[in-house]
Each structure stands twice: as structure tokens, then as C-alpha cells.
């Protein structure tokens, strides 16, 4: 894999109502450097496991797959408690994975409501654990499968371009609660 990750994927969510049961809408942004190249749309369940699938099926049957160097996640669960195995989707793709937050996530809370409250939460604890813990770098946190710590803020930095959060992310958040609302809010 090249050092210099030019192309990369970024995918986020979209809002949803807290009663909502269901599919809930992801998107995808493809940039080639600074430019947006390309989106990606699907739809993942809600407290589901096919976050994983879905993501790999959406970049490996896109055009832009070739291209891609990497894969962003913003957060490791998708739709609530859809959690990505990000070891998982690195092996389905051959391309490394980071999940980026701007907060260190309150692991006990988390856990507690997976194994409270989520079916199959232990199997998904399971798989944040696996992802390993949340880290530190370019003033954000990441966890990561298939790069470095310092690959891993080598690829942040390149991408944040208004602020810390990568332009992949921002964008896709923008697009995703644009769709799902009719009008963009709040920050990545």
C-alpha cells in the first residue's frame, strides 16, 4: 500500500429519530487529493451487523476501488449500534482502515448498553475491543487496522483541511444529514 494515501473513502451516517427501527442511510466521499471524486450511498440496519458488509460491498463493487488507499469511518458503529469490524473490512478491501473521533468514546457506557440493552451487544463489544483502544494523534482519535500510528496522522493531516476533522468525513456527514433532513447541521 502506498505511504502517501491520495485516494481515500470517507463514510458516515445519517440522523435518524431515536424511535426509528429499520435502515438507516451511509455515505460515502471519494477524494482524489483535495478533490471530492465521487459518493457513495446504502443503507445499513439499525442496531444491525452488516455495517461491515455493506461498506466493503459499496467500495469493492464502485469504480473508484482501484484507486482507493484507504478507508475513514467516522466512529466504528454505524446506525446506532451497527458495529464495523474494521480488522474485517481492512482484510475484505486490502485497504487500511481508520475510525476517527474527535472524543475518546466512554468505552464503559458503550459496553454497558451493548450488553444491557443491543442484541448480539456482546459480539459487538467483542469487535471494539478487537479494534483495539482508541488513540491520540493530530488532535483527534482513531483506531486503525493496517497502518501505523504515524501513517495513520500522516493520512489525517492531509485531509483536514477546516480543522482536524479529515475532508472525507466532514463531507460525508454534510451530505448524509443533508439527504436525511433536507438541510446539513452540526459538525462532523
Known sequence: MP???AHVAGFDDAPFAPAHRGDVLIVGTVYAGARLDGVL??????????????????VRSSRFYPQLHAMLLQGIA?????????????HALDRPVLVV??????LAAIRRALLERVAGGARKWRLIVKAGPMEP?????????????????ALLKRFAVHGAMPEP????????????????????
Do not use: W, Y
Not at 440496519?45 to 458488509?53: E, I, L, V
Not at 454505524?78 to 481492512?90: M, R, T
Open 3 to 5: 505511504k502517501h494515501f
Open 101 to 106: 473521533a474527535r472524543r475518546r468514546p466512554d
Open 41 to 58: 450511498a446504502g443503507r445499513v440496519r439499525r442496531d444491525g451487523a452488516n455495517a461491515t458488509r455493506v461498506i466493503a460491498q459499496l
Open 78 to 90: 454505524f446506525a446506532g449500534f451497527n458495529v464495523v469490524d474494521i480488522h474485517g473490512l481492512h
Open 137 to 153: 494523534v493530530a488532535g483527534l482519535h482513531v483506531q486503525r487496522a493496517g497502518l501505523t500510528l504515524p501513517e495513520a496522522e
Open 169 to 188: 468525513l466532514r463531507t460525508a456527514h454534510m451530505i448524509a444529514g443533508g439527504v436525511a433532513t433536507g438541510e446539513s447541521t452540526s459538525r462532523a
